[in-house]
């Protein structure tokens, strides 16, 4: 009886050690927790887990992360990403972290770029040019995301019967100008031309679009046209070929694997048959006239869009897509003095270096 006292009072003096114990360690069972959630447990846990508290502050320690993903370098994609971080500096100095990065053309990069941005839980995405655009709307449909340097919204996302406004967590500003008043830019030229190439990328849908656009108001003035679509740029210089030894006057809309191999263009063309283009880039490259925009004044915009949305002052699935406000046409000086032409009235002429 002694022992099995002494053994009572033992295990008692444990119990109330062990208590003792655990209450002077109050984190515990929160240090539990935090190794749930990297890793270092594999026990699970009954509670479940806290919602985060909403909060309209900017996530990065004080400022706002705005993850820029730029389909490629190319001048005119450049100026509307300069556009852009100028106009965030400027309505809100000091508070965005941007994040700018290019897939350097490569469509799977794009994707690559905008899953980081979303694991990272960045605060808006500006997607610059149709496949980031694309990548970005597949990725999340929270993430505020807007674009620039996309010409038709509806025919880039899908959507029938587009109003102009997205609805969702997408909205941006778009490169297109006029298409009549393009193809009327080749009436001015060359009035008496019978054929017109039509030439893009068939990978791109926001290329189709422009040209099946053109393609009926030409026709509607007299022109015989035929589209010449080339897969990428493996094929392109074939398919440029064919269409300068078929066409009196070639079109280029704005596309984005034209606008970065503007020289396979103008080793074929250049002295040889007029290329119009739907943009200054292009048509700096190897063209001879266009209907331009500035880039920078679209990039910018999309910026004034992007304060807003991130401050609270704008709400993104209201924003209508914005357009740029001005066009102008514009001529390059090399490429006419190859051809022999003198530039109708009201052209400017592009500065080619």
């Known amino acids: 009886m002694k022992k099995t006292a002494k053994l009572a009072a033992l295990l008692l003096a444990l119990a109330m050690s062990l208590s003792l114990a655990a209450c002077s360690n109050p984190g515990a069972e929160n240090s539990v927790s935090a190794g749930s959630q990297s890793g270092e447990s594999d026990a699970p846990s009954s509670a479940p887990s806290a919602a985060p508290a909403e909060s309209s502050a900017p996530a990065g320690g004080g400022k706002y992360v705005v993850g820029i993903c730029q389909l490629a370098p190319h001048v005119a994609l450049d100026a509307a990403t300069e556009g852009f971080i100028d106009a965030l500096n400027e309505k809100l100095p000091g508070q965005v972290d941007i994040q700018n990065k290019n897939a350097a053309g490569d469509t799977p990069t794009c994707a690559t770029i905008i899953n980081g941005f979303v694991s990272d839980g960045v605060d808006l995405i500006m997607a610059n040019a149709t496949a980031p655009l694309q990548a970005a709307a597949s990725a999340t449909d929270s993430i505020p995301v807007l674009g620039t340097s996309i010409t038709e919204y509806g025919v880039a ?3 029938d019967n587009f109003s102009g406004t997205v609805g969702t ?27 017109v190439g039509l030439i893009y990328c068939s ?9 099946d656009n053109v393609q009926k108001y030409l026709e509607d003035m007299g022109y015989t046209c035929k589209q010449y679509p080339f897969s990428d740029t493996n094929d392109m210089a074939s398919v440029v070929q064919d269409a300068a030894d078929n066409s009196d006057v070639l079109y280029v809309p704005t596309d984005n694997t034209a606008a970065n191999n503007t020289g396979i263009v103008n080793n074929i063309c ?18 001879v006239a266009t209907l331009s925009i500035s880039y920078y004044d679209i990039g910018y915009k999309t910026g004034e869009m992007a304060a807003q949305i991130l401050t609270g ?11 740029a406000p001005k066009f102008v046409k514009k001529y390059n000086p090399v490429t006419c003095e190859a051809l022999n032409l003198t530039p109708p009235e009201g052209y400017e002429a592009i500065a080619v270096q």
């Open 157 to 159: 996302l899908g959507i």
């Open 203 to 211: 990978a791109e849908p926001n290329s189709q679009y422009q040209v």
């Open 169 to 195: 967590n997408v909205s941006g500003t778009s490169d297109l100008a006029p298409l009549d008043q393009q193809a009327q830019m080749i009436k001015d030229w060359y009035p008496d031309a019978k054929t």
């Open 270 to 287: 250049q002295g040889v048959v007029p290329v119009f283009a739907g943009e200054e880039g292009i048509c700096g490259g190897c063209g």
């Open 313 to 323: 002052e704008g709400d993104i699935s209201t924003m209508a897509i914005e357009y």
